[in-house]
């Protein structure tokens, strides 16, 4: 990937990602709506307000992420010397290196502690150990998955 492509890249990735902003709005939206008009139950046990206040930060956090990411990357794309510095950072082969054992590392230690979380939380709840083998259990195939296609891929 050269310089022209790598600045072609970031530009899709602003407007996908600014798309993607534009949908959950309209999510958000549906769902404030939705659940203001939900069942009464809800709304006397007080989970209205406390799911609605956690959407509310979820989506803020990705709006705020979205508007920090977006006046980088045009900076990026105006400014010629940091963009080729960028781009220069992003394909060194030893930060690609790290990144890689970074991903396989980090990847391990998550397989172990999820593991273990669920063998203590066997004895203490069985919806919170059936749920820690489920996020096991899709890891797994997602990692096999991905190992399946990239040695098909490569």
Request: proline share 1%.
């Amino acid at each position: 990937m050269d310089l022209n492509q790598y600045k072609k890249s970031l530009t899709r990735r602003c407007i996908r990602l600014t798309l993607l902003g534009a949908v959950l709005a309209v999510f958000w939206a549906i769902f404030e709506i939705s659940l203001k008009n939900s069942v009464p139950g809800l709304r006397a046990a007080g989970l209205n307000e406390g799911i609605s206040g956690f959407i509310c930060g979820a989506f803020s956090g990705y709006f705020g992420f979205l508007a920090f990411y977006l006046l980088y990357a045009v900076h990026l794309i105006r400014n010629p010397e940091l963009l080729k510095k960028r781009y220069q950072q992003k394909y060194d082969e030893r930060e690609l290196f790290i990144c890689r054992q970074t991903g396989i590392t980090a990847w391990k230690i998550c397989l172990i502690v999820i593991y273990l979380a669920m063998i203590v939380s066997a004895v203490f709840s069985k919806t919170v150990f059936f749920t820690l083998y489920a996020v096991l259990a899709l890891l797994i195939v997602v990692y096999l998955l991905c190992r399946l296609h990239y040695r098909r891929k490569y």
